[in-house]
């Protein structure tokens, strides 16, 4: 049953993005690309791969008004820009004026959207000529899907004109974004700059450039729970106190840096779903890690567990950059003066906290100095994620693209 | 046919034969008509019968009858003499030749029938008949010996015992005599002779005749009867004077021309004879009898007067001789004395226990020293022995006994499923013992007769054994000895079934041996000979014997058949669950693997996951079902009462009138209900009613245990939790001990909510059992819900579906096992973001997943996918899972 004898992990980024001309507002493109960072350069021509429908020059450049990202999987990420480049078709998709009846005919969908956008069946010249509302009006309906309104998504605008067409479109609908989907606003939507350093997922970075489109978000997570799982004879769950044997059993680390709590998948997405009341779900969005009480969110959890359990490899050489990166920085630090040399061994638990609100104090101190390092890091995964994960480079040319459906 | 008349000549050999059979007639006629009798002899037999009357005319008879225009001649002589219309038939059959032949053996039997007179001896009949056929037409009256009169000529040499017996001996012995004289005669007459022509055919016929073999019809018998009386009724008129050798010659051929009408292959070639004329000759009994009454009658005087000359003959000579089918049976695989020089198939247990008493009290002795086994060595024996039950048709037809024993085997296993393990050791034993012997009924051959004929060292029991019974006995008067010595021994062996089973099926020597004395294997034989032909020993020692019986039965009836049972394989390969825990790891792990679950941890999981798998798939109530198995049971009870009020009814019909019958069936019936109730169906109707009574009655007793067993199949089925009740069963148990309280919460919910489903469907399927069955608790209330449910049944599978996610990982053996790292769960996977490929969690929904919820019905893709994207759940098709 169990089809997958090599499942992938899930990526440490995937998303969707609707990409504008910025000479003629008018052109949208919808693509998905796990690193967004290398796919607009390929738009615009600077580099190799971009997809023909952006290849004309009067076009170019381009711009990602905005992503939607967090997508768990590749699979996941192409049914979204596929439901979202064919709304008329999509069976997610209804009109949005009948927001949730999501498994309408197909037929009905059609001359929905139609009606709604007055527009002819004809899909390809419809999607080309649809309006910047339009889309934004898919992508929301999207959003508030039953199948997608599920899932870890975030969508962050990088334009603001554009995130001004979704907060009008917004107040015309009556039902509202999920809780779930964040809406991060970001690149021209923010006054200043974000800081770059922020590892929070959720925090704007101010520009593509500087999302985090690798596993270096989860590194300091993943370092922790292999390293607490290697001995994990005085590890037991938290949740039915039994040991754990992490060589057979699907073992969930809390990815707070503090916190040792170790559980069974099941045991913990059970005592999370439990808390939620909404018996019907599957799978938890988040939760309250039972060892330390802190807000764990399952994606988070999730990603390091398939890392580190489908990509040992690569988990491993993750870890080893990290340390050599780890090693720069502190002998920079030594050579600042700043006494950094523990940081290398008390890192799993103590440093680096993925959450914004942990913040802890070597971070807070770090802070001035990283810009430099970060500058470095940036270069370093900009190459490395190819090498990383056979996944990352992909990304879909829907022109050519089977219909998911 | 005319050629049949021909062989007539035979008559001309059968002096010759007795010669050298003189050394066979000297010990008895009955002796050497048995011997002989085998198949072939029929043919000859009637050659014999013709031939005493042809014999002085036996040359010129048998050139007219090898020529078809010779037998038309010799039909218009007797036209001339007889009707008209009887001579054109004749004329215009010549090439025909039997029913003409027959007929015009009428005619020769209305001339014989006055020479019949000298019924005591085959010898003297011949020379009586070859006298009066001369007389009247020498070639009909070969013609009609060939055809008719062989068996009946053979019959009046028998007679001479037979007379002593009642008619049914007679009818068997003339069977028998007939073969035995006919034998040699029938190879000096072809060779003497010019009739090979007529022989060569008649041997084919007999072939096709065995392999074609069916019991004859009695009414055309007795049409055909009427119709050759009618021809001969002139003759006949003639020769009514003449009385019982008269009568004989008539019978001998109105019997012929009644073959020969049917069976012109078989019985008129004379191999035939052996198997169908002897039924013929039941039936012929009765006819005698009236004959006997009508003799006055022209017609029956001709036709049956025969008949009734038999019967006295027989009735003086053999008593038991009917020759059943299973008699024959028997006959043929029990091998005469050495001294018998014919391998002849046919060799009546009647004619061996004759000779036994003179002869045979010596050989047995020899014999059964030297065959008799230790007792414990013999009920070794006899549990190694297969015991197949079935009416000498069936057993017949059967074919190798590999396939015999494949085909038990087969019904074993299929038997085995529907057990219920060893619930009660009694109740089982009983239940096993009835379906064995249902089985065995059903699955008749030739092969248990074969095994039981033989001893332990495969040499055939031999019937000289007999008169060690007798020197056993020897007190008893010597008239009743053969009679009483079968039954006796019988009785005292027969304590339960099972040696009632034996007296059927000539198995039983090995168990009587270690019980008594080794001569009781020769006892055994003896009954086996003797049971064919029950009826006159009941009648003579039926009484005391009954009493014994009948006081045995009762304590034997509980232990002995239990033991039978045992001993039969069925019975120890009934099905127990294996002991698991003496299992190695390995062996379990194998077993698992066997009923398709991966690989258990645990040794003790995997015990207890073997155990759920083996109830379910045996289907054993004891386990699982505890709260509804005695309810179960007892409705299994009544339902066989109900089955066993239709059985035994016309058993009782039939038993009623076999007593009206004959005055020894009575006590017989008695012996039958305590003791025998697997005789064989082979017997004739006269022998089988006893027997028969005694089945219907012995199923009636046992009837309860055996429809309990089959009840059990049915039911099973509905009792036995489905596998996934099973499975979450277990999976429950294992989810409050290992998950504890997280586990319980969708547990209980499943429990409530399963059981329902998997009922309600059970039921609309199952007939009436389920009906009658009280169900389970949980599932009378929740069948309703469950039914109006199905209606809505998106939203209800795909609750379904969660369940069977939700279940699925506790279950799996995978949990604790290391799969679930490498092979994650469908919950795990759900859990872990995979892209979910639907055909692939489809398949396993309707494999197993919907099973752990007790969910029957199936789900396809886009169900499963409107599931999946209710739940957020990424899913996919399987072409795209490789994005």
């Given amino acids: ?405 | 046919m005319a050629s049949m008349a021909d062989v007539i000549i035979l008559s001309s050999s059968p002096h010759p034969p007795r010669p050298p059979g003189p050394s066979r007639h000297d010990a008895n006629p009955v002796s050497h008509a048995l011997p002989r009798g085998a198949t072939p002899p029929p043919v000859r037999s009637t050659s014999d019968l013709s031939q005493p009357h042809t014999r002085s005319r036996f040359f010129p008879t048998p050139v007219a009858s090898n020529k078809c225009p010779d037998g038309a001649s010799k039909p218009k002589n007797r036209l001339t003499k007889k009707d008209p219309a009887s001579e054109t038939i004749k004329q215009t059959a010549p090439s025909k030749p039997r029913r003409k032949a027959k007929k015009v053996a009428d005619t020769l039997g209305t001339i014989a029938l006055g020479e019949p007179q000298p019924e005591p001896v085959g010898t003297k009949n011949d020379a009586m008949k070859p006298t009066k056929s001369r007389s009247r037409s020498n070639a009909k009256c070969k013609d009609s010996g060939n055809m008719t009169l062989a068996g009946k000529v053979t019959k009046t040499s028998g007679d001479l015992p037979a007379k002593k017996s009642s008619k049914g001996g007679k009818k068997t012995v003339a069977t028998k005599l007939s073969p035995s004289e006919d034998t040699p005669e029938k190879f000096t007459l072809k060779g003497s002779n010019a009739l090979g022509k007529a022989e060569v055919l008649d041997l084919d016929e007999a072939m096709r005749r065995r392999m074609d073999w069916t019991p004859p019809r009695e009414t055309a018998y007795e049409e055909i009867a009427t119709v050759n009386d009618r021809d001969s009724q002139h003759k006949n008129r003639d020769s009514k004077c003449t009385g019982g050798f008269g009568k004989l010659v008539s019978d001998y051929n109105y019997s012929g021309s009644a073959l020969n009408p049917r069976d012109l292959v078989q019985n008129a070639n004379g191999e035939g004879p052996t198997k169908r004329r002897r039924i013929e000759l039941v039936n012929p009994e009765i006819q005698a009898l009236l004959n006997g009454r009508y003799s006055d009658s022209s017609d029956q005087s001709s036709g049956q007067g025969e008949n009734p000359g038999k019967p006295k003959k027989t009735t003086k000579g053999k008593p038991k001789k009917f020759t059943t089918l299973t008699a024959r049976m028997t006959a043929q695989y029990s091998t005469n004395d050495a001294e018998e020089d014919e391998p002849v198939i046919d060799c009546l247990p009647d004619i061996k226990t004759k000779k036994g008493r003179q002869k045979r009290a010596k050989e047995t002795e020899k014999q059964s020293s030297s065959t008799i086994l230790s007792p414990e060595a013999a009920v070794e024996f006899l549990n190694d022995q297969d015991l197949i039950f079935g009416s000498c048709s069936q057993l017949e037809k059967d074919d190798s006994p590999q396939t015999l024993r494949e085909t038990q085997q087969a019904i074993r296993a299929s038997e085995d499923l529907s057990y219920p393990k060893g619930t009660h050791n009694n109740d089982s034993s009983v239940l096993q013992e009835s379906s064995t012997r249902f089985v065995s009924k059903l699955a008749g051959t030739r092969n248990l007769w074969c095994v039981g004929a033989r001893d332990t060292e495969g040499s055939l029991i031999q019937p000289k054994t007999l008169n060690v019974v007798d020197l056993t006995d020897g007190g008893e008067s010597p008239g009743k000895k053969s009679q009483d010595n079968v039954e006796k021994p019988s009785h005292k062996p027969l304590q339960g079934d099972w040696y009632e089973l034996e007296f059927a099926d000539i198995d039983s020597p090995s168990e009587k041996r270690p019980s008594s004395l080794p001569t009781e294997r020769v006892l055994d034989s003896d009954m086996q000979v003797q049971a064919p032909a029950p009826i006159p020993a009941a009648t003579a020692t039926a009484t005391a014997t009954a009493v014994v019986k009948a006081a045995k039965p009762a304590k034997g009836a509980n232990k002995v058949p239990t033991e039978a049972v045992e001993s039969q394989p069925t019975s120890s390969q009934a099905p127990s669950m294996p002991q698991y825990t003496g299992f190695t790891d390995a062996e379990l792990s194998k077993q698992i693997s066997s009923y398709g679950f991966k690989a258990v941890r645990g040794r003790k999981k995997m015990i207890d996951l073997l155990q759920q798998c083996w109830e379910s798939k045996h289907g054993s109530g004891s386990n699982a079902t505890s709260d509804s198995q005695p309810i179960y049971q007892t409705e299994q009870h009544k339902e066989p009462v109900s089955k066993i009020d239709n059985v035994p009814k016309p058993t009782a019909a039939k038993t009623k009138a076999t007593v009206k019958t004959k005055s020894g069936t009575c006590i017989k019936n008695r012996k039958s209900l305590d003791a025998t109730p697997s005789t064989s169906a082979s017997r004739t109707n006269l022998q089988t009613s006893p027997k028969k009574t005694s089945k219907g009655k012995a199923t009636a007793g046992t009837s309860t245990s055996f429809i309990n067993v089959e009840e059990i199949q049915d039911s099973e089925e509905e009792i036995i939790p489905s596998p996934s009740q099973v499975q979450k069963h277990y999976t429950d148990i294992y989810l409050k001990s290992k998950t504890g309280s997280r586990g319980q919460h969708h547990s209980l919910d499943i429990l409530t909510k399963t059981p329902s489903p998997s009922p309600t469907k059970r039921k609309v399927v199952s007939s009436d059992i389920s009906a009658k069955r009280p169900p389970s608790s949980a599932p009378i209330a929740t069948t309703h819900i469950a039914e109006s449910i199905e209606e809505i049944s998106l939203a209800d599978i795909s609750a379904q579906i969660t369940q069977a996610v939700r279940l699925q990982p506790r279950l799996s053996p995978l949990l604790s096992s290391r799969g679930s790292r490498s092979r994650p769960t469908w919950h795990e996977k759900i859990l872990m973001y995979d892209p979910i490929v639907l055909e692939d969690f489809t398949a396993w929904l309707n494999t197993e997943g919907l099973g752990l919820v007790g969910e029957d019905r199936e789900v396809g893709t886009a169900s499963v996918r409107e599931w999946c994207e209710s739940k957020g759940i990424c899913c996919c098709w399987k072409k795209n899972a490789s994005w």
């Fill in chain 1, 1 to 405: 049953m169990e089809e997958f004898e090599k499942p992938k992990p899930i990526p440490a980024y995937y998303c969707c993005y609707l990409l504008r001309s910025t000479v003629r507002h008018a052109s949208l493109y919808i693509g998905s690309t796990p690193n967004p960072i290398r796919r607009l350069p390929q738009h615009n021509g600077v580099a190799k791969g971009g997809a023909k429908r952006t290849a004309r020059d009067k076009l170019r450049p381009w711009e990602m008004t905005l992503v939607v990202e967090g997508f768990t999987s590749r699979v996941g990420a192409l049914q979204f820009e596929w439901a979202w480049q064919h709304p008329e078709r999509s069976r997610h998709l209804d009109s949005d004026d009948d927001l949730d009846s999501k498994p309408q005919a197909k037929a009905n969908a059609n001359a929905n959207a139609n009606a709604k956008t007055g527009k002819p069946k004809s899909k390809p010249r419809a999607r080309t000529r649809r309006s910047l509302m339009a889309h934004l009006e898919d992508l929301h309906s999207l959003l508030r899907s039953t199948y997608f309104s599920s899932w870890p998504l975030r969508v962050r605008f990088f334009c603001a004109d554009v995130y001004r067409v979704w907060r009008a479109w917004n107040d015309r609908v009556d039902s509202r974004l999920p809780d779930k989907i964040k809406v991060i606003l970001d690149g021209d939507n923010i006054a200043t700059a974000p800081d770059a350093n922020q590892r929070d997922e959720h925090a704007p970075v101010g520009n593509i450039n500087n999302l985090s489109v690798d596993y270096t978000r989860f590194e300091d997570h993943l370092e922790k729970s292999m390293f607490m799982l290697d001995d994990p004879d005085d590890l037991q769950c938290t949740v039915c106190k039994e040991s754990i044997s992490p060589n057979e059993e699907q073992i969930v680390v809390c990815p707070h840096p503090n916190c040792r709590g170790t559980s069974h998948l099941l045991c913990l997405s059970t005592t999370l779903l439990d808390a939620t009341n909404e018996l019907d779900l599957l799978v938890p969005t988040q939760g309250t890690c039972p060892s330390c009480g802190n807000t764990v969110q399952w994606v988070t959890m999730m990603r390091e567990l398939s890392l580190r359990n489908r990509a040992e490899k690569e988990a491993r050489t993750i870890l080893r950059k990290k340390e050599k990166r780890v090693r720069k920085e502190s002998a920079a630090m030594e050579e600042s003066s700043v006494p950094r040399s523990s940081s290398t061994e008390p890192r799993p638990l103590l440093e680096e906290p993925t959450q914004d609100d942990l913040g802890p104090n070597w971070f807070e101190g770090v802070d001035i100095e990283s810009d430099s390092d970060f500058e470095g890091r940036q270069k370093h995964r900009s190459i490395q994620p190819p090498s990383k994960l056979e996944i990352v480079i992909e990304d879909s040319d829907w022109d050519d693209a089977e219909l998911i459906e």
